[in-house]
């Protein structure tokens, strides 16, 4: 096969995909490229169809290679492992890009791979990669029914950017990656900082009149490298006995599906499928391809119910939320905790305030970066009553948290103004439905618990769709069922102000903006309820923080006593960490955050980084540290290489006339700055410091001070 190389404009940039040079033996490859970065995809499917699966089985696998920036991985082995979380979450939007496009019935296994293999720094390798995945598929001979293409678009300086450099994506108030085919938008992912629904919905619009080039760029690839699709059967039941399934299912099924504890509901479906197999003596052979069709009957069932009654399997209005009830403070040792739970699902999140040297380091392709909030999700095979071994996140795990992370940054303060790092964790207890949304809210609950001065109170809601031709229903909070039968997963976080997150996820080929709309619109009225039900329990976040919490200080130096600070070989900052039990962190700015178990340490150190760093001046007081005893007066360190000398004739009379018994190399002694001699020196007295200033200095500390006893 010789090679093809096809181009369009995007973005004002030049997107290319190439096929017929690199890795010829999978089914399908392509190379994507714009500016200096490059992905090669790759799609492979199996020969032969999965029997006992009732899911089209995808498997996608995104891997940044360090060398596609010059980099060598870090660690100790020098070499990619397992993928890292952002790898992980790049692989979730292909899938859920193109999971949808394949036909029904398909179950044979497909993976589809992406290499970033170079990477400018610049363009944006994961949207690269979902349009190289769709191109992959759509030349290859696996069955894929319409192409798809991807976007990033941002709002920067108020104006709307396809494919955005990162150094644009970091003052963007919107930043979203759009997929979607030639007609309808196929899925949404992204933040924004607290942006009203219309705007975001004119930039998901704005993606897709772009998206439309793309799509074009493929299907002139496929007209001429495009292999001929493979053709497969689906296995089904004569149409006499689908029919029998059916009546008898559809007779039956409204007493069981509206039951609205999900277990009872599940079992009882479960009994009824069952006694119509075994009453029809469907042959044991035939029995996966009835259960099939008795599922097929009760998502049909369920659907006309909703869409000619407006009445959903747990009785509610179709934009009527769950009861809500809302605890928090009950975890006496965590920093802050919530326990959100709304209808069957139950959140239990909790907040932890740690120092700065606790940040995650992120590394990548990119350079590295400090993290300062994170936030973590759990999903324990408890909370659905089922059981699992525990292993580590999975990749619904960390979709999930870094949704909800993503919803909750916007609102989190800058460092400056609280310089604590925050780990939010949310363990589901039970889950029914939107437990990523619950985790939101638990999640700015538990943040406020803490004591964190967040900007506003953050909530999510997920909705779904019912949609057959030109009508549809579109559901607010809804279940994990709904969620199943349904033909859209859409959550949308955010403040009573704007959106947070947004993550779009479609069963069907794809939406129209009528029905975006109103999703947003419905998500925003119930956003708003689910705030009021939040306001009730706590609205404004704890004046103080948790008595277990860390205590971090801040203080500002000149940088270039940074060097005095530190001391040499690093003794000085050392002495004041041991001395005061803290932890320091100097920033490049001078400024220095102190991290302490109690506000009496923390005001210690701080003492102590003044006597080291703060010029000196006449008329300061201090406590030092005697060095040499001379029978003319005694030598005082103030600070580490700042000596002066006590004369004699300011040294207490009884003193004076026993001073080698009365003063030892060591002691500690308050004395003030009289004056300098010519070379600069400090010229000290002691007689001349009062008993309230000795006493305000024994109380304040210093870099000499002697602990208190018991300390």
Do not use: W
């Not at 006992?52 to 290679?65: K, S």
């Not at 999975?394 to 609280?418: C, K, Q, S, W």
């Not at 400090?682 to 305000?696: G, N």
Request: proline letters at 5%.
């Amino acid at each position: 096969m010789s090679v093809v190389e096809v181009s369009t404009e995007v973005g004002g940039k030049s997107l290319c995909f190439q096929t017929g040079k690199l890795a010829k033996q999978a089914d399908g490859s392509v190379l994507v490229f714009q500016g200096n970065t490059k992905v090669l995809v790759t799609a492979v499917m199996s020969e032969e169809p999965r029997e006992d699966i009732d899911f089209m089985p995808l498997l996608v696998e995104y891997r940044e290679r360090a060398y596609a920036a010059g980099k060598i991985p870090g660690g100790f082995i020098k070499r990619e492992g397992k993928p890292t979380d952002e790898e992980v979450l790049k692989s979730r939007v292909i899938d859920r890009s193109i999971r949808p496009i394949f036909p029904k019935g398909f179950k044979n296994d497909v993976q589809v791979i992406a290499f970033v293999i170079s990477a400018d720094q610049s363009t944006d390798p994961a949207v690269l990669a979902i349009n190289g995945a769709s191109t992959a598929l759509h030349i290859s001979r696996i069955p894929f029914e319409k192409p798809v293409g991807a976007v990033r678009v941002a709002r920067v300086n108020g104006k709307l950017v396809i494919n955005p450099s990162y150094e644009e994506q970091q003052s963007a108030d919107i930043n979203l990656i759009v997929s979607g085919t030639e007609d309808a938008v196929v899925m949404v992912e992204g933040g924004a900082k607290e942006v009203p629904e219309e705007e975001v919905l004119d930039a998901i619009l704005f993606a897709h009149e772009e998206i439309k080039k793309i799509v074009k760029l493929q299907e002139e690839l496929r007209q001429v490298a495009g292999q001929e699709k493979f053709q497969f059967e689906v296995k089904e039941l004569p149409e006499d006995l689908k029919k029998k399934i059916r009546e008898k299912a559809f007779s039956q099924l409204e007493d069981v599906v509206t039951i609205k504890d999900k277990k009872e509901r599940r079992k009882k479906i479960r009994e009824l499928k069952e006694a119509i197999i075994s009453e029809l003596e469907i042959p044991e052979e035939e029995v996966k391809l009835a259960e099939e069709v008795f599922d097929e009957a009760e998502k049909e069932f369920v659907r006309k119910m909703i869409l000619e009654k407006g009445v959903r399997i747990d009785g509610r209005k179709p934009d009527e939320i769950r009861k809500i009830t809302i605890e928090v403070g009950l975890l006496p040792g965590a920093h802050g905790s919530a326990l959100f739970t709304r209808g069957q699902t139950q959140a239990l999140v909790t907040t932890t305030l740690g120092t700065p040297e606790e940040y995650q380091l992120v590394e990548g392709l990119m350079p590295e970066e400090q993290k300062r909030f994170m936030l973590h999700y759990n999903f324990p095979p408890f909370c659905v009553g089922e059981l699992a071994p525990m292993r580590g996140p999975g990749r619904r795990e960390i979709g999930h948290g870094a949704l909800a992370e993503r919803a909750l940054a916007p609102v989190i303060p800058p460092e400056e103004e609280f310089p604590y790092v925050i780990r939010v964790v949310s363990d589901i207890l039970e889950s029914n439905g939107s437990s990523s949304m619950a985790t939101v809210c638990g999640g700015s609950l538990s943040l406020m618990d803490a004591g964190v001065p967040i900007r506003a109170q953050v909530a999510g809601i997920a909705m779904g769709l019912i949609m057959e031709g030109d009508k549809f229903v579109v559901l607010s909070d809804i279940l994990g069922d709904e969620d199943h039968l349904g033909d859209m997963d859409f959550k949308v976080a955010g403040t009573r102000k704007g959106v947070t997150a947004i993550q779009m996820d479609l069963k069907v080929k794809g939406i129209t903006r009528d029905i975006l709309s109103q999703a947003l619109s419905q998500a925003r009225s119930g956003r708003l309820f689910i705030l009021d039900r939040m306001d009730e329990v706590i609205s404004r976040h704890r004046p103080e923080i948790s008595p277990f919490a860390p205590r971090i200080v801040t203080t500002k130096i000149e940088p270039e006593k940074t060097r005095d600070l530190i001391g040499p070989s690093g003794r000085t900052i050392k002495t004041i960490i041991d001395k005061a039990g803290v932890k320091i962190t100097i920033k490049e700015d001078g400024t220095v955050l102190v991290s302490a178990p109690s506000q009496e340490s923390a005001l210690q150190a701080l003492k102590m980084i003044e006597d080291v760093t703060k010029d000196l001046a006449v008329g300061n007081t201090y406590l030092g540290k005697v060095t040499r005893v001379e029978n003319y007066g005694v030598f005082v360190e103030l600070a580490p290489g700042k000596v002066g000398l006590v004369h004699i004739s300011k040294l207490p009379p009884e003193v004076a006339k026993n001073i080698f018994d009365r003063i030892k190399v060591s002691d500690v002694i308050p004395v003030k700055i009289l004056e300098f001699d010519p070379l600069g020196r400090p010229r000290l007295s002691i007689v001349d410091v009062t008993k309230e200033e000795e006493k305000r200095l024994r109380e304040q500390g210093g870099f000499y001070a002697e602990p208190e006893k018991g300390e």
